[in-house]
């Protein structure tokens, strides 16, 4: 270590942030605005906060499966998926995921949020929690030229947010498939119903970016949070910096105290102590094995990896969750323009020149069509009859007994799937080619085939299964055991299916349908989406991850499967948080960053209220 950085880690700061992600830099840059406060954070990774292929949204697939950008973890060998191993990619940069992301800002239903208090959270509801939503982020308004070609008449700027770090804005280079994609969803019956910062709606419509529209620019928050204010006195960072584990004392009156951390960096180990707090950011795979590593977990998990129990919690790594997606490509008609064009040289030159020179042309902009819909079978009078029939036979002898809050977990699951009025998938539209038969992430979103295509993305919003993160040995550098056990509850399969079955009505709806290629190509080839049978076939051989995995340190009580308490604190541990997506003890519909934002936003508050 340099000599600025020895003297960081020989003083003892109030907090140690551990993750300079998306959660653990608003944390630093809400805490450090008292400069009566100490801060360190401690990142993984490195600084790349000038790096093109993360300020550039138009190139965020770039970033995926390299080992400077991306954690590039995979799965176990899935049981229900052939044996398939999925690719997941987690930011290793200042500012995370939120630095690698797709830039998607979609914001979760109420019935998301007041989900996890029915799980034992006080004010841990939709009431509550809208208020950080608009916290993070501000909305900046779109020209009435985008406004009117994007439909956005549906955001109600009472909701919005207009004085937070993280902005957000529509793309001001689009084309008619984003024109027609909110018209094709009128003319299915399932227009947008509200802002969904209202906390309620459904339907198809263009969604928000995570892009600055002063410079078209990506915002996330290594340069809304950590950037502006990275000259404070009490804040320090250090990068490429691993931690190996929490240290933890144990008291006679206290019990057991988290004192700090063991770290690492360019090979050499040392301790960095904490007056107040030791706060776990590190993403819902790394805070788990990072307790874990520390002697927190499964008695019978830490004895196989040689690692000392100190707190007994067999609920660590538990209860992993996310959104599993599948899709298929549709070839669009000649002449119209798809990202499939940059295969050409002269295409992507041109591109980087305009936005170099302008901030114009594609790369201002990422995906921005999505749509939230209930299962349409289901909503005849027949097909509430048949939803009936498999809850009953799906619900009754599928509840895991070592899960003590699985049941009302699934209570919450089939209300939301018994209401018409609420979304079980998300559906995306991406104007490019994608091969969802593919392992990595680079691979999936690779140009391939020669035609241009458009991808529709079909992600499960609210899945039954549940599965697992847990270490393997007792070092930090060996990845941990990630088996999300993808459509392991029968439920899953039988919904997400039946979606698929229906993307041909949405491709043979228009305006969507005039701009779709009339006997084109269809990805993967000879895909069979007019019998259940096969759509769950292609399920199970083309299922990716939608990047969004949390749950595994639940916010509940001790006695119902939870790891840290309505206020953060790790049960059993004095001095102890862990603010991110880990916490979630329910996944939330949609793209996961705008709740970590205002998670890490209600947890700066509880800090601070705790210290007071």
């Known amino acids: ?199 309620q709606s459904s339907g198809g419509y263009s969604y928000l970016s995570t892009v600055d529209p002063t410079n078209w620019e990506r915002s996330h928050a290594g340069s809304a949070y950590y950037a502006p204010v990275a000259d404070r006195p009490n804040l320090q960072m250090l990068t490429d910096t691993f931690v190996e584990k929490i240290l933890l004392e144990q008291s006679d009156t206290d019990g ?94 041109a591109a980087q020149e305009a936005y170099q020179s302008s901030r114009q042309g594609p790369l201002t902009a990422g995906f921005h069509s999505v749509a939230s819909l209930p299962v349409v079978e289901f909503l005849t009078e027949q097909g509430q009859a048949e939803l009936a029939s498999l809850l009953k036979e799906h619900l009754a002898t599928t509840v895991p007994a070592a899960e003590p809050s699985i049941s009302t977990q699934y209570r919450i699951l089939r209300s939301i799937l018994e209401s018409p009025s609420e979304g079980s998938i998300i559906i995306g539209m991406g104007a490019s080619q994608m091969h969802f038969g593919q392992a990595l992430q680079k691979d999936i979103y690779a140009i391939t085939d020669p035609e241009n295509y458009i991808s529709f993305l079909v992600s499960l919003a609210q899945p039954f299964s549940r599965g697992s993160v847990h270490i393997t040995s007792p070092s930090v550098f060996d990845p941990p055991s990630i088996d999300p056990r993808y459509l392991s509850h029968p439920l899953d399969i039988e919904i997400l299916a039946r979606h698929m079955m229906y993307i041909p009505t949405i491709a043979k709806t228009e305006p969507l349908a005039s701009l779709i290629k009339d006997g084109g190509r269809v990805l993967p080839e000879g895909i069979d989406l007019q019998e259940l049978a096969s759509a769950k076939e292609h399920c199970k051989r083309h299922i990716i991850t939608n990047n969004h995995p949390c749950g595994t340190c639940a916010m509940m009580p001790l006695e119902n499967g939870g790891v840290v308490d309505s206020r953060l604190r790790v049960h059993g541990v004095k001095g102890l948080r862990v603010v991110d997506a880990s916490i979630f003890p329910m996944i939330p519909r949609g793209n996961i960053q705008s709740s970590v934002y205002a998670v890490a936003e209600k947890a700066a508050d509880l800090i601070m209220e705790d210290w007071q």
């Open 1 to 199: 270590m340099s000599p600025t950085e020895h003297s960081i880690t020989e003083k003892s700061l109030d907090y140690i942030i551990v993750g300079g992600g998306t959660a653990g830099l608003v944390l630093a840059n809400r805490l450090t605005a008292d400069p009566d406060v100490s801060i360190l954070v401690i990142e993984a990774g490195s600084d790349r906060l000038s790096d093109p292929k993360i300020t550039t949204p138009g190139l965020l697939t770039l970033t995926y499966n390299d080992p400077q950008y991306d954690w590039g973890f995979n799965t176990v060998p899935q049981e229900h998926l052939y044996g398939k191993c999925v690719s997941h990619s987690r930011g290793k940069v200042v500012g995370g995921s939120s630095a690698i992301n797709a830039l998607a800002l979609i914001y979760p239903p109420r019935s998301s949020i007041d989900a996890w208090e029915h799980l034992g959270n006080k004010d841990w509801n939709w009431e509550n929690l809208s208020t950080y939503y608009r916290k993070f982020h501000t909305f900046n308004n779109p020209s009435k030229e985008t406004a009117n070609a994007l439909g956005t008449s549906y955001i109600d700027e009472k909701v919005q947010g207009r004085t937070g770090p993280i902005q957000s804005s529509f793309p001001e280079f689009h084309g008619p498939l984003g024109k027609a994609w909110p018209e094709t969803f009128k003319n299915l019956d399932f227009p947008l119903s509200s802002d969904p910062l209202s906390g």
């Open 256 to 349: 057991v105290i988290a004192k700090g951390v063991n770290l690492r960096h360019n090979g050499v180990s040392q301790s960095c102590m904490a007056r107040r707090e030791v706060i776990l950011c590190a993403g819902a795979i790394q805070s788990p094995q990072l307790l874990e590593l520390s002697g927190i977990g499964s008695s019978k998990i830490l004895k196989a990896c040689g690692v000392q129990l100190i707190v007994d919690n067999p609920h660590v790594g538990e209860n992993f969750q996310d959104h599993p997606m599948t899709g298929s490509s549709f070839e669009v008609i000649d002449g119209l323009p798809t990202i499939d064009m940059i295969r050409d040289p002269k295409v992507i030159q």
